[in-house]
């Protein structure tokens, strides 16, 4: 008897510190939905935990989310989970010091040093250490190196018979230019040559990718951080992860090792040598890596950070850049408009073949391309490449725009659903999900015509109303985050995204018979789809292209 009551008593203890824990949890709830919000939770847990997969959970997110009112607030334990997918919630949260740092479930990531996965003043010093390393004068030095690789790019399709044809391979042309925009990476961030574009014998970029696909498991199921439950719950998943790690720590240790070596041995020699015009060695001054060895020595950095940064510099701009332009090539071969015949005709008025007959693209030539911006642009919105973005909150803070005051409280978890913004018709229109680039061209052209039109009313080439785009809030489309913590390599994955489809463009007709409302998405960490084996692509040159016709 005594037993019973003591546990009761016991159990009756904990559900009260635990109600008092979740106490500004539930006031957020109750903030943001009322009465709805508190009733619904069960639903919302049981939806969670059978969608608890990247394979699954965008596309359940896109699809459940309309039946719910927005912000939507999720009890999880003793945190809340905060879902933003309106603009002035991002705008909020991306501006708010609260909200700088990623979340514990980004600890899944492997790479889990650098500045992407900094936080706190730590992230707001490595930051200000490596912006000159991103300039705007240190990224154009790297188009030599753009183009190169952008030929490169052009042969392989030319030379294998897989890659060019009636039927390619969406995921045989995704190899070639993820492996390119390595060799990209590699050469501008660690000044190393890679060949990656011809040859990758050792795996280097399906190591990357597979770590990438198993990070994302590791961020929706968190459990599986801990190294021990890893190995006993996911033994095949675990011992694949370590061999991959080892293999791009090796790779990028190496490289990092080499080119350290060589920098203090030239920078001895050059200490020497004082005499000597500094300007003949400064080429190599623009490469990341040479850049941040300069902290090293004077103290800001160690080795083993270097290497941190390097890895996770390569990472990122490998896989997004490379995601960003197959996604925009895809965009492009099943458009059945003239997009592609409007792209070719402005590269062709503005760049010119070089001495080998290839366009070489220079910054000014593309500043001027204007259809290609929108092009990328509207590529980049319909098919957001980084789906969600998710923040820590490290302490209470008021989510403005709200009708009543809405507090967060700390140790939120706030998951910014970028994709499903920029694919939602209260932002973009009823056009919303299809790929037209014209959008942003008449947003580019509506301040300099200010009195053409017929009133609000008025359409623009793209079917959609001037009142819709006059309204439409900055933070509606965010390719690269925007705020406090906003991409830093931005500038630098624009170019070479748009020097290789400039190059891949002018070379190539891209037609295919699949209907992007077909694609089943998955977030794996960048955007990817469940069907991608089923998207077969047409890629011939324009002399066949022609005469087919």
């Known amino acids: 008897m005594h037993l019973n009551v003591a546990l009761w008593a016991c159990g009756a203890l904990l559900a009260v ?114 912006n000159p390393a991103f300039s705007h004068n240190i990224v154009a030095s790297f188009f030599d190196v753009f183009n190169s690789v952008g030929n490169q790019i052009i042969e392989q399709f030319l030379s294998q018979p897989h890659l060019h044809g009636q039927a390619v391979k969406f995921t045989d042309a995704e190899d070639l230019l993820s492996r390119a925009v390595l060799e990209v990476s590699c050469l501008t961030i660690m000044g190393t040559p ?100 300069q902290l090293a020595a004077n103290g800001e950095m160690t080795l083993e950070e270097i290497m941190d940064e390097a890895q996770s510099m390569v990472l990122v701009s490998f896989e997004t850049v490379s995601n960003s332009i197959m996604l925009a090539l ?33 910054l000014e030539q593309l500043q001027q391309l204007r259809y290609l911006d929108a092009f ?35 140790n939120s978890i706030v998951v910014l659903d970028t994709f499903n913004m920029q694919r939602d018709e209260r932002w973009w229109g009823a056009t919303a999900k299809q790929f037209d680039p ?18 609000s009313g008025s359409r623009s080439g793209s079917g959609e109303p001037r009142r819709q785009r006059d309204r439409r809030h900055s933070y509606s489309f965010l390719p690269f985050s925007n705020g406090l913590r906003s991409c830093i390599g931005r500038r630098y994955g624009l170019f070479i995204m748009k020097v290789f489809l400039v190059k891949l463009v002018s070379n190539f007709d891209f037609q295919s018979d699949f209907q992007l409302e077909k694609l089943q998405f998955v977030e794996n960490i960048s955007l990817k789809f469940k069907n991608a084996d089923d998207i077969l692509l047409s890629i011939q040159p324009h002399n066949q292209s022609m005469e087919s016709t």
Not at 438 to 455: A, V, Y
């Open 17 to 130: 510190l635990l109600t008092w824990q979740q106490r500004k949890c539930w006031r957020l709830i109750w903030q943001l939905n009322g009465w709805r919000g508190v009733v619904q939770q069960p639903v919302l847990w049981f939806l969670l935990c059978i969608n608890l997969h990247p394979n699954s959970i965008l596309e359940k997110v896109s699809q459940y989310r309309v039946y719910f009112q927005r912000p939507l607030a999720v009890l999880v334990g003793t945190r809340v989970l905060l879902y933003i997918d309106d603009p002035a919630g991002m705008e909020c949260v991306l501006n708010a010091p609260e909200c700088l740092d990623k979340t514990f479930l980004q600890d899944g990531f492997f790479v889990r040093r650098g500045l992407l996965h900094a936080r706190g003043k730590k992230w707001k010093l490595r930051r200000k250490q490596l």
């Open 194 to 293: 890679t060949n990656f574009t011809q040859l990758d014998d050792a795996h280097i970029a399906h190591s990357y990718k597979r770590l990438l696909e198993i990070s994302a498991v590791r961020v929706v199921k968190p459990w599986l951080q801990i190294r021990l439950l890893h190995r006993l719950l996911a033994p095949e998943l675990y011992e694949e992860s370590r061999k991959c790690a080892k293999l791009l720590e090796d790779f990028v240790g190496g490289i990092v090792r080499t080119k350290h070596r060589n920098w203090r041995l030239r920078d001895a020699v050059g200490g020497e040598k004082s005499g000597e015009d500094s300007s003949s060695c400064g080429w190599q001054r623009r490469i990341f890596i040479e850049q941040i060895f």
């Open 330 to 362: 895809l965009c492009l071969a099943t458009n059945k408009g003239d997009c592609q015949r409007r792209l070719l005709a402005e590269i062709r008025a503005l760049v010119s073949p070089d001495g080998t007959g290839q366009v070489a693209v220079s």
């Open 376 to 410: 990328v642009s509207e590529s980049l919105r319909l098919l957001a490449t980084v789906p969600m973005n998710l923040r820590h909150v490290s302490r209470d803070f008021p989510l403005a725009g709200r009708q009543r005051e809405t507090i967060v409280p700390q």
């Open 438 to 455: 014209q959008r942003f061209l008449d947003q580019q052209q509506e301040p300099s015509n200010p009195g053409s039109g017929s009133g």
